[in-house]
């Protein structure tokens, strides 16, 4: 398998450290919202790769942390009068409803900073006897000019970084240079804080993954990942930190995922072009936007709008009507001839599976495979009758499953509500609206949106529309 490595700049044969074992970090949201759509690709894009590298037979140590310790989480927990540990926790849940609708599988483990201060602060005490971090009256930094290879992922000379750095407004004067970062902060009154040797305080952002990453995989991983955005500071740091701990290679291979703009537009909240997984997921089932986001390959950009969306659910239920027909001619099959063998075109379609595969080893290429996916169902659809054999039409659905379950779609087992049924359910909440009775009418509206069956109640009665 060919991936696109940051750090050298060009796609490279994936060799792991250990055979058929591949150790994979991945920076995690912070948890002071639901996460937004932008966030939500990543989530997606390494999904994928790990289900991929399990299909070729790779056994996949997957780690994905939860930042909970953060100035955003504060900010958020002083505005809603809860706790910062309330606030994370929180997120934490509807972190994982939201990526369980995008089928997004759990991570091996989904560390928290606030659980790994050990490590981290192990892990800052090194740095300042390695000569690479200093402690100024218990702000702890990481002395940036000390490290060599100091700009090698993002290619930026720290020549260069330090004149864009001067010449910000700000200078922190207590850091010996404007390029130097922070390992720990020391502790402002009221926020979360932990006991170390310089004293109380809280760990800077980038330590976190550096530490994590060691303590749950090892000094040396395969692969770590994340937004474009992360690039630098974030990941240039980690590698500081990492290699200025060990003095061993950080992560072999840096991959990244490029951006999302909405309606051609760079997301902003202040555009108003700014949507949470949790919103969207009102509107359309989850595995659309999965499907949608999967239909680019993960490094190009990728404009998203509702029409977009849209036209990615009418895609995606093509995909679903193959799966339907299979299993609609499998149980009423009147080809009884049970000892037939696969048909010839059925053996033939392995060719898929072939192409698949190699567009998926050309640096995940989901779009591609999606595109191949498409043939696949293409040639079912036309072949398929009611005379085909009970065991062709068995191997047809064992492929297309095999190669959908890759990527994560088509997986829902859904039962389709016929428009009689729709209709009938429809009726009943006018009673219920007739008679007053809210919470039963929106007991019905909830059941049918659970469905796919949105409701919009107009001048002219009430309207429904099937969204999945
Ligand atoms: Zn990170």
Not at 68 to 79: L, T
Not at 89 to 98: A, G, H, P, S
Not at 345 to 373: G, H, P, Q
Request: net charge negative; hydrophobic share 35%.
């Amino acid at each position: 398998m060919r991936l696109y490595n940051t750090l050298k700049q060009r796609k490279e044969e994936f060799i792991p450290i250990n055979e058929k074992h591949v150790k994979m970090y991945v920076c995690g949201p912070t948890v002071y919202n639901f996460f937004h759509i932008g966030n939500a690709r990543p989530f997606i894009v390494f999904d994928v790769l790990r289900r991929y590298f399990e299909y070729i037979g790779y056994k996949v140590e997957y780690i994905q942390n939860f930042t909970d310790v953060d100035d955003k989480i504060i900010n958020k927990a002083f505005e809603e009068g809860i706790s910062p540990t309330e606030v994370s926790e929180k997120y934490i849940k509807e972190y994982f409803v939201d990526a369980d609708g995008l089928g997004v599988n759990r991570a091996t483990a989904h560390p928290k900073v606030s659980e790994n201060i050990d490590a981290i602060i192990n892990m800052i005490e090194k740095l300042i006897e390695n000569g690479l971090a200093y402690d100024v009256d218990g702000n702890v930094y990481y002395r940036v000019a000390k490290f060599k290879s100091y700009g090698k992922l993002s290619k930026q000379a720290t020549k260069d970084l330090e004149n864009g750095a001067s010449g910000r407004i700000l200078i922190n004067t207590e850091k010996e240079d404007p390029l130097d970062f922070a390992l720990w902060k020391k502790e402002k009154s009221g926020e979360l804080s932990w006991d170390s040797p310089w004293g109380k305080g809280r760990p800077g952002w980038h330590i976190e993954c550096s530490a994590m990453s060691r303590k749950f995989l090892g000094d040396t991983i395969d692969i770590h990942g994340g937004g474009q955005d992360l690039i630098f500071p974030h990941h240039e740091n980690e590698i500081a930190q990492s290699e200025g701990t060990t003095n061993k290679p950080f992560a072999n291979y840096w991959i990244h995922n490029g951006y999302i703009n909405i309606n051609n537009e760079k997301m902003s909240k202040s555009k108003g072009n700014f949507f949470t997984i949790r919103d969207i997921s009102q509107e359309i089932d989850l595995e659309v936007v999965r499907f949608f986001i999967l239909s680019a390959q993960y490094r190009n950009p990728i404009n998203f709008s509702k029409d977009l969306l849209k036209q990615a659910n009418t895609a995606l239920s093509r995909l679903y009507n193959t799966r339907d027909n299979l299993l609609f001619l499998l149980e009423n099959n009147r080809n009884v001839d049970n000892e037939g063998k696969i048909e010839d075109w059925v053996i033939s379609l392995s060719k898929y599976k072939k192409s698949f595969k190699e567009s998926m080893d050309d640096d995940l290429n989901t779009a591609e495979a999606l595109a191949v996916l498409f043939e696949l169902s293409k040639e079912i659809n036309s072949s398929i009758d009611e005379s085909t054999n009970r065991k062709s039409l068995e191997e047809c659905i064992s492929i297309f499953n095999e190669l959908t379950n890759v990527l994560g779609v088509v997986s829902k087992n859904k039962e389709k509500l016929l428009d009689v049924e729709i209709e009938e359910m429809i009726e009943r909440r006018q009673i219920a609206r007739i008679n007053k009775d809210f919470a039963m009418s929106d007991l019905i509206r909830d059941e049918l949106k659970e469905k796919g069956i949105i409701l919009e109640d107009t001048r002219d009665g009430v309207k429904w529309k099937r969204v999945q």
